[in-house]
């Protein structure tokens, strides 16, 4: 109907008139427009560090587990993923690296990991950055440092001034004990046909 004081044509929308509720429908198109561009211009590497940011926070959200997520790629491919799975496994060392890799060595038949990269929503632990090292991949990319990740909880810095000290300053006993004894397996390791280095 027409408005007696404006003579705007208003619609039933709390007396919004049909410019105004045009102009936010265009609006709107501009947005979900440019969101669909962004999506667009997207590198692949973002794609990957995106997809390992939104496991991380679907791992809070489903309430499987904490915040973090990795992918594993090799050729431009994602081969495998990984979530924390620390708390519904009951395992102390499914972070969400260690999941990935392991995933991704099932995945590819293979304990070596040499072309492939590491995109994860944190930085880190010093046990996946091990992890990362022994499993040979060439080079990591990740979202939050792990002074982000201490802001909420988690803090390695302990983990990572306990390997700069000796073992007799650190915080946990460390004992060597049977020495002689022990070597026997590394000489066995040595003379064996069988062995394969990794």
Known sequence: MEDDLTGKLTVGHGGQSYQDSHAESGQKERQNQMVQEKAQQMTPETQFMATA?????????????????????RGGEVV?????????S?????HAEVVAIRNACK????????????YTS??????????????????VFYGNSAADAAKIGFDDQLFYEE?????????LPMMQWMSQEAWESFSAWEKSP?????
């Open 122 to 139: 944190c930085e880190p632990c010093p046990m996946c950055l091990a992890a990362i090292y022994w499993a040979r991949c060439k080079a």
């Open 80 to 88: 495998a993923t990984g979530i924390n799975q620390v708390t519904t």
């Open 107 to 118: 995945v590819l038949g293979s304990f070596k990991l040499d072309d492939c990269v590491v």
């Open 53 to 73: 940011i939104s496991l991380a926070t679907e791992n809070v959200v489903s309430g499987r587990g904490g915040p973090f997520g990795a992918v594993v790629v």
């Open 90 to 94: 009951n395992d102390p060392t499914a």
């Open 163 to 171: 390997l700069k000290r000796s073992n007799a300053d650190r915080e």
């Open 194 to 198: 069988m062995r394969i280095e990794y």
